[in-house]
């Protein structure tokens, strides 16, 4: 069973940062590209980032130059470094597996059936 928890979640003052972690299992991680999403309340979830299986990335145009991705295949875990953060970055972040081809990655969910729990992210002075 394919399973992401999310964990880092904070409440941050605008211009602050996080670290955001996805802990992965049941799958062999290397093998597949992951992605983090976020949804605020009343709102769509969007894509924010992707990672692939070759470690090239892929973001959004509101977070370019201010979030980071990796991963850590030792520890079957993906990282959102988030910086400078901005008020309307407030959501519940998610993390799940994206889809990819030829070594990039796409912002788009591959399964829809392995979503975790989130984590809260909250930018408020």
């Known amino acids: 069973q394919w399973q992401f928890v999310e964990s880092g979640g904070n409440l941050v003052q605008p211009g602050g940062s996080l670290r955001l972690s996805c802990a992965a299992s049941?799958?062999?991680?290397?093998?597949?590209?992951i992605g983090w999403f976020r949804q605020a309340p009343g709102k769509v979830r969007e894509g924010v980032s992707c990672?692939?299986?070759?470690?090239?990335?892929y973001y959004a145009d509101s977070v370019k130059g201010r979030f980071t991705t990796s991963r850590d295949s030792a520890k079957s875990t993906v990282y959102l470094h988030l910086d400078n953060l901005k008020p309307e970055g407030s959501a519940v972040y998610f993390c799940?597996?994206?889809?990819?081809?030829?070594?990039?990655?796409?912002?788009?969910?591959?399964?829809?059936?392995?979503w975790g729990q989130g984590t809260q992210v909250t930018i408020s002075s």
């Open positions: 990672i692939s299986s070759s470690h090239n990335t």
């Open positions: 049941g799958f062999s991680l290397d093998s597949y590209a």
């Open positions: 799940t597996t994206t889809q990819q081809l030829d070594g990039l990655c796409a912002i788009r969910e591959l399964r829809t059936d392995s």
